[in-house]
């Protein structure tokens, strides 16, 4: 690909687990859930957004259902740790295996 071609990179995700100390529960529509994994977008700003998905604390096969992220100190740091290491992870990719 020419260098003089722009490029559009229309996404940067990451999915991230949150420690068990970390997670918490939440309720939608009646049903409780446990957040246990977040969704880290770069903004085209550069600003960071996170969403957290959890399934239903009673077990079951009900859906994956996303929450905000509280704004508590130790999940702002999470997040600004798994995007910080993501940054290291694709300035060191290796190319198309």
């Known amino acids: ?3 003089d071609v722009p490029l559009d990179v229309s996404a940067l995700a990451i ?3 949150i420690p068990e100390a970390l997670r918490w529960t939440d309720t939608r529509r009646g049903e409780e859930f446990t957040l246990s994994t977040l969704n880290v977008r770069l903004l085209p700003d550069g ?3 996170a969403k957290a998905y959890g399934r239903p604390t009673a ?6 259902v996303s929450f905000p992220v509280p ?3 130790e999940l702002v740091a ?3 740790a798994a995007a910080s290491r ?4 694709w300035a060191a990719h290796r190319g198309l295996g």
């Open 15 to 17: 999915n991230v687990t």
């Open 78 to 80: 999470l997040v600004h």
């Open 1 to 3: 690909m020419s260098s």
């Open 47 to 49: 600003h960071l957004a």
């Open 86 to 89: 993501a940054g290291t992870l």
């Open 59 to 64: 077990g079951g096969r009900g859906t994956y």
């Open 71 to 73: 704004d508590r100190p």
